[in-house]
């Protein structure tokens, strides 16, 4: 199997606070792990590639200072929204690879973030 | 500009019927396609990969097209269940599995 889970499935912030969001592959260990976002009826937008042990790459227009991402292990990444504002209330959904299968990612079921 | 194009309305079906879904795209060179199912409030879960070599790709009820000169694939789902009613993105992958670059996907419906 290949199984990612996400932590919390959602959560309700207050605007200026910060909320971290745990992804972690639970069967395999992820060469990569991916985290994006996704508006209502519009598609998933890549935000950030991580990889184990090294700093995210985030995609054009992503602030890397407002996302943080930590890629401790091979089987956990977590993302940090600091900051938050209602605009950044969204879908986010993290994914893993594994080296076995390259070209398949692995989504987890997605947190919904709620900013008021 | 780029952009991927999926069907925008939502394809109500009946069961046991074929379902036939679009995806168009503009000002990308993609080495491989990809479909993956959205259920609601749920992470896509990956169907089916194509590539730019291939002209068909069949599992078990799924089919998929990939023209590379028209820049579209086609998704077939023939003797469609009401379980199949999801949406139903195509994803550009731009390298070799690192990046995708999803459309917005179609929602189908299928009915009893």
């Known amino acids: 199997g290949a199984v990612v889970s996400q932590h919390p499935s959602w959560v309700i912030c207050k605007s200026g606070t910060s909320v971290k969001i745990e992804c972690r592959s639970l069967d395999f260990q992820a060469t990569t792990m991916f985290w994006y976002r996704q508006f209502p009826k519009q598609s998933l937008m890549l935000m950030a590639t991580?990889?184990?042990?090294?700093?995210?790459?985030?995609e054009q227009g992503v602030e890397k200072d407002k996302f943080l991402i930590n890629h401790a292990s091979l089987t956990l990444s977590t993302l940090t929204v600091t900051s938050a504002h209602p605009e950044d209330s969204s879908f986010y959904i993290c994914?893993?690879?594994?080296?076995?299968?390259?070209?398949?990612?692995?989504f987890g079921p997605g947190t919904r973030l709620t900013v008021t | 500009s780029q952009k991927i194009e999926q069907n925008s309305e939502a394809l109500n079906i009946q069961e046991g019927k074929t379902a036939t879904l679009t995806c168009n795209y503009t000002n990308y060179s993609p080495a491989y396609l990809q479909w993956y199912r959205q259920d609601p409030g749920r992470g896509p879960v990956f169907l089916l990969l194509i590539r730019e070599n291939e002209k068909e790709k069949r599992k078990e009820r799924l089919k998929v097209t990939f023209d590379t000169t028209l820049k579209q694939s086609l998704f077939h789902i023939t003797a469609s269940q009401p379980a199949d009613s999801a949406t139903y993105l195509c994803?550009?992958?731009?390298?070799?599995?690192?990046?995708?670059?999803f459309g917005a996907g179609t929602i189908l419906r299928v009915k009893s």
């Open positions: 994914s893993a690879k594994k080296w076995a299968v390259p070209y398949e990612q692995y």
């Open positions: 991580s990889n184990e042990g090294s700093k995210a790459t985030y």
């Open positions: 994803a550009l992958d731009m390298e070799y599995g690192n990046k995708l670059v």
